[in-house]
């Protein structure tokens, strides 16, 4: 009886050990994926959920931590500062937030550790098929901002800015799959070179057709000359040379607004239209806008109007701009 007894014991206990066993990626990271061939990391949490969540994080730490290094490697070896500037301009933005900012990412199964009372997972990245895809990604974003810049010669100056404008975004954007690329694999470093020249081509013909677009501009309805200096304003922040002699387009604004009241105090609902025309030939009408706003309400009219105008403003300052694209 004794012996039956013992012998069910180990087999339970071994049961048990065999059932417990951490798996090699837990036990040993680097043996089951060697730094040479992976980019891994393990993460942990009350959930299975939670800890891929985990591992997902710290592998995100790694690229933004080695994105940041990249970087400033790239600042002490470029001589040429419009292309340096244009890469401290982007690669602040430029960071891995989620599992679709890692090219081939994968996961190991879940574990779940009794003693710990907590889950792990492995992140890993092959770093051969990481480089593949980011290759790839990086190469068709070359061609896509080439053709854009193609398709610009045969435009007028207005719609030769709108395509440019998209280039330059486009190129911009090419910074993070090249340092993807250059994590990955350290070697391919030349294509962030490509990327640099892309960059430096797109703003110099961007700056060049802004010098070109020199506007007027015409509200009506504003008395005051407000909303004249807030375009004015606009345009010129943005890189555009405003004229009221021998301007190339003219910016024309009609503000408008009904009245109302009641028991409670007066309204102005106001509205907007906006166009953007040729001064030149037939005047034709290459973009416009158009915007009736809520009803605003004071005490007084003069309040009611400044509510409304304030309004206005704000919508201007953040919607003027997709007039151009």
């Known amino acids: 009886m004794k012996k039956i007894f013992f012998l069910t014991w180990g087999i339970l206990l071994a049961f048990y050990l065999v059932a417990e066993e951490p798996p090699l990626w837990y036990a040993n990271k680097n043996v089951m994926y060697p730094e040479t061939v992976f980019i891994s990391a393990i993460g942990s949490g009350r959930s ?29 070896i470029s001589q040429r500062n419009t292309v340096v500037n244009s890469h401290r301009q982007v690669s602040g933005g430029t960071v891995v937030v989620s599992e679709s900012d890692l090219p081939a990412v994968q996961f190991s199964e879940a ?15 092959s ?6 895809i980011c290759k790839v990604n990086l190469q068709n974003g070359i061609s896509e901002v080439q053709s854009l810049l193609s398709v610009a010669e045969s435009l007028g100056i207005f ?33 962030m070179e490509q990327v640099f020249d892309l960059i430096e081509t797109s703003r110099r013909q961007f ?24 375009f004015q304003e606009l345009l010129s922040s943005n890189g555009f040379i405003v004229s009221s002699q021998n301007a190339r387009y003219t910016v024309v604004a009609d503000i408008y607004a009904s009245e109302s009241e009641n028991p409670v105090g007066v309204f102005v609902r106001p509205g907007i239209t906006i166009s953007i025309s040729e001064n030149a030939g037939t005047g034709k009408v290459l ?3 158009s915007k009736q706003y809520p009803k605003y309400g004071h005490i007084s009219l003069e309040g009611a109007y400044a509510k409304a105008y304030a309004e206005i403003e704000k919508d201007l300052r953040l919607h003027f701009m997709e007039l151009f694209y």
């Open 48 to 76: 299975a959920v939670a800890a891929k969540e985990d591992a997902l994080t710290q592998l995100a730490l790694y690229f933004n931590a080695h994105i940041s290094v990249n970087t400033s490697t790239d600042y002490s």
């Open 159 to 191: 719609g030769r800015f709108s395509a440019v404008a998209k280039a330059v975004d486009q190129a911009e954007s090419l910074l993070r799959d090249g340092e993807m690329l250059c994590i990955v694999n350290p070697e391919s470093r030349n294509s």
């Open 207 to 230: 700056d060049t057709i802004k010098q070109q677009m020199t506007f007027r501009v015409d509200v009506i309805n504003d008395p005051t000359g407000t909303f004249t200096t807030i």
């Open 111 to 125: 574990f779940y550790n009794e003693n710990r009372h907590n889950w792990a997972v492995c992140a890993y990245i």
């Open 127 to 132: 770093k051969e098929q990481a480089t593949e």
């Open 287 to 289: 973009s416009s806008y």
